[in-house]
């Protein structure tokens, strides 16, 4: 028996509907609290070529998540994140039309992940 990530399922064309096959490969922010139970804040920013292309403030409920679409040009962006006023990490992201690029901003444990990609 072949077992199947969910990923693998989102990208199989005769499992996914076109309005999620079109938000997957138009999604270029994911951000997700994975806390089950405890809220956070998280403060983003996005840069490229020293110049600051969104700036947002989110407060997730527990195991909630978000997305934007077609925010940003395809490309590679300087990710900069903190929660709850904690200390800052900074990524380097690529950005296109492809799941596998696209920024994913993670609260894990209160801490936050930054990669590139939906997992």
Known sequence: MVRLSPS???RTSSTTDDSTRWRLESEDLHVRN?????AHDV????????ERRHHAEYHLLPDQSGSSVNLLQPGAY?????VDDGETETATVCVSDEPEQ????EVINGSVRISEGIH
């Open 8 to 10: 693998d399922l989102l």
């Open 34 to 38: 994975h806390d089950p139970e405890t």
């Open 43 to 50: 403060r983003l920013t996005i840069r490229r070529d020293d």
């Open 78 to 82: 300087a990710v900069t994140a903190a």
């Open 102 to 105: 696209t920024i994913v901003v």
